[in-house]
């Protein structure tokens, strides 16, 4: 919205600032920061005489998280507002990428705020049936698909792009909405497992969500996209503005969020994210890159999925728990232990990600 302030400038003034991206990008920083700090402890209060007893705890979950009954959970509607409030005022809102990100994190947002209200109302851990939620993650990936699909380049519309191999694409072709449908809820729903402790979900949201903007912001321009050999898409670097509201709203977030946790993000939030991620990667063609930068969400994931199949093959665990995280809590980690070595695992999983970028 503050970029049509341009129109009042003459090329060398103030004005002319709201121009560039970059300035933009911190300006969307700051303000999700701002809405974080400001209504983060009035959001927590109404959340926690609303909900009463606050998110309910799996009974066969570890037992250090009895303690955590009664925290207040949907808190994922703090950074939702902040980083749509920041998009909202910095973003250009004629870009088409802009619209699709923000339709995707709130879709899977409603999704999850329905999902959180339906397990503190009825007071247990089921909440939305899950064919419903996912079937509803679904037809939001699509629509997103094809709206990815309808504004990439004509050359690049249902391909694949492959990291290092600069000059390859796959063309997918109708398997290009399914893939991406693939992309968007398994990002979704692999962030909802990883919410899981005190901080753990929302760093490396964070720490992918920023790899994902600078390499949105390296292909939508034509200068850097030579230079680092990487497929050209006009467009997409504004969505280095989501990803810098998504990193203040963020920080602002883990303020209340850090252990002992005063909120949790909850579905709302986890789902939201996730979704976000997953429809950044479709609209920069960087899929396969999310896979790495979001390494530890796809191990997550991967740990539940290896452990539902082993023990419906052979009655055994492979985990003492899943997800993963759970495993090592089981095993006695403390549970600041294991927030904190995984947040530096998707910081080395980031790096490798920027890496692709440039390789020769």
């Known amino acids: 919205m503050l970029y049509w302030l341009t129109a009042l400038s003459d090329g060398g003034d103030f004005f002319n600032l709201f121009r560039y ?3 933009r990008a911190g300006g969307a920083f700051l303000t999700a920061l701002l809405f ?3 209504f ?4 927590i209060n109404v959340l926690r005489k609303r909900q009463g007893k606050g998110q309910p705890i799996r009974e066969d979950g570890p037992e250090g998280h009895f303690s955590k009954a009664g925290t207040p959970t949907m808190g994922g509607l703090l950074i939702v507002g902040a980083l749509v409030t920041a998009t909202a005022l910095w973003a250009r809102l004629d870009n088409p990428f802009v619209w699709l990100v923000l339709f995707v994190t709130l879709s899977f947002g409603a999704i999850g705020f329905a999902d959180d209200y339906a397990k503190v109302s009825k007071q247990n851990t089921k909440g939305v049936p899950g064919k419903l939620r996912l079937a509803l993650g679904i037809l939001v990936a699509v629509i997103a698909a094809l709206w990815a699909a309808h504004n990439h380049p004509e050359a690049m519309q249902n391909q694949l792009a492959l990291p290092v191999f600069k000059d390859v694409l796959v063309n997918l072709g109708v ?4 893939f991406s449908i693939c992309v968007i809820v398994g990002a979704a729903n692999a962030v909802n497992l990883t919410d899981g402790l005190d901080g753990l979900a929302i760093m490396p949201v964070m720490i992918a969500a920023t ?3 600078i390499i949105a912001y390296a292909v939508g321009r034509i200068d850097f996209s030579e230079y680092l ?3 050209y898409v006009p467009g997409t670097g504004e969505i280095l503005i989501f990803t810098a509201a998504l990193f203040g709203g963020g920080l602002g977030f883990l303020w ?3 252990p002992p946790a005063a909120v949790f993000m909850g579905d709302t939030g986890s789902l939201a994210l996730g979704g976000a991620l997953g429809a950044i990667a479709v609209a920069t063609k960087h899929e396969l890159v999310l896979a790495i930068v979001g390494g530890l969400f796809v191990v997550e994931a991967m740990s539940v999925i290896i452990q539902v199949l082993y023990f419906k093959c052979t009655g055994r665990r492979v985990f003492l728990m899943a997800p993963i995280h759970h495993h090592y809590e089981k095993k006695g980690w403390a549970e600041a232990t294991i927030v904190i070595r995984f947040w530096i695992i998707s910081l080395i999983l980031a790096m490798i990600g920027l890496a692709t970028l440039k390789v020769r």
């Open 256 to 258: 209340y969020n850090a």
């Open 40 to 43: 983060g402890r009035p959001l």
């Open 211 to 213: 790899t994902l903007g």
């Open 175 to 178: 398997f290009y909405v399914p």
């Open 229 to 231: 050999d990487v497929h």
């Open 21 to 23: 991206i970059t300035f």
């Open 36 to 38: 974080g700090f400001l």
